[in-house]
Each structure stands twice: as C-alpha cells, then as structure tokens.
C-alpha cells in the first residue's frame, strides 16, 4: 500500500505544481481536471491511513468551490464530491503544501458530514437538486465554520522528523 501511496502523492504533487502555477490568489480547477482525478485516488488513500473504514471506499468526482494559493508553495481547496458506496456527495476541504524538492511535505484532509452512510456520513444523491444546494452553500457554511467535520486526518513531514 506504502508504495501505491507514494505513487499517487507523487502525481498529486505534480498537479498541485502545475495548478500554483495559475497567476492569482483564486485558482481554477474543473471537475474533470487531471488535478480532481489525482485527489480522487489520494484523498480515500489518506483517509484510510487514519481511518481503517476508508480502506474500501472511492470518490468519483470532485467539485471545487474554492482553491486558492495560501502562499507560493501553498494549495487550500474547498468542494464537495461524490461517494461510490452510496453515490451522494459530501464536503470536502483540504490543504497541501510542497516542499521545495516539489514534493507534497504536509497536507491537511476534512471530509464528511455526520449521517447514517455506510461511513458515517451522508449527503444528498449526487445528481438531486439538494446536491447542488450543498455545492452552493458550502463557502458560506465553512466561513461561518457551521461544517461538522467527521473524518480528519493531516500530516507534517517537519513534525515527523521532530
């Protein structure tokens, strides 16, 4: 798993580069961008590194509301995707930033809201009305922190050298 992992950050890095590379603060990243494919595979393989449930899980689409350059070296995305065990979509925020060998050196991962899902969480039906509500609304509900946050997971190369 370790080297199917790293297989997968190592694209993700490439993708968060090249997306960086956009001029501005606010970046644009479409559903169908290789950067969406490569946090498909990355986000369910973080997750089931702190959380075992996740181990059989896959996303099919990410659908950005936000991204935007924390700084040079720095990607925040906020969005929703769709769960292939039950096909809703959820929220989704995460964070990444590279080293300056271009590597991903920490990333920060929130996903999910509280619900009766086969994980826990659930969302509307990927394809409804309620769904683009949820894409809609997600910005100001993060602003005003009203997202309840069930899987986290985050990881700092820095603090594991500590």
Excluded at 48 to 60: I, K, M, Q, T, V
Excluded at 112 to 138: F, N, V
Aim: aromatic residues 6%; contains cysteine; hydrophobic residues 40%.
């Amino acid at each position: 798993m370790k080297a199917t992992f790293d297989g997968v950050a190592k694209a993700l890095a490439a993708e968060v580069a090249s997306t960086l590379d956009q001029p501005g603060e606010v970046l644009k990243v479409e559903s169908s961008s290789d950067l969406s494919a490569s946090l498909e595979l990355f986000i369910p393989a973080a997750l089931a590194n702190g959380h075992p449930r996740w181990a059989g899980e896959s996303l099919d689409g990410i659908y950005v509301s936000l991204a935007r350059r924390i700084d040079t070296r720095a990607l925040e995305l906020l969005g929703t995707c769709i769960l292939i065990s039950d096909q809703t979509r959820v929220p989704v925020h995460a964070t990444f930033r590279l080293s300056a060998v271009g590597e991903i050196s920490a990333y920060a991962l929130r996903l999910g809201e509280p619900g009766g899902g086969p994980l826990g969480i659930s969302g509307p039906p990927t394809t409804s009305g309620q769904a683009s509500r949820l894409h809609d609304r997600l910005l100001n509900r993060f602003a005003l922190g009203q997202v309840d946050w069930v899987y986290e997971v985050s990881f700092d190369s820095a603090s594991e050298r500590a």
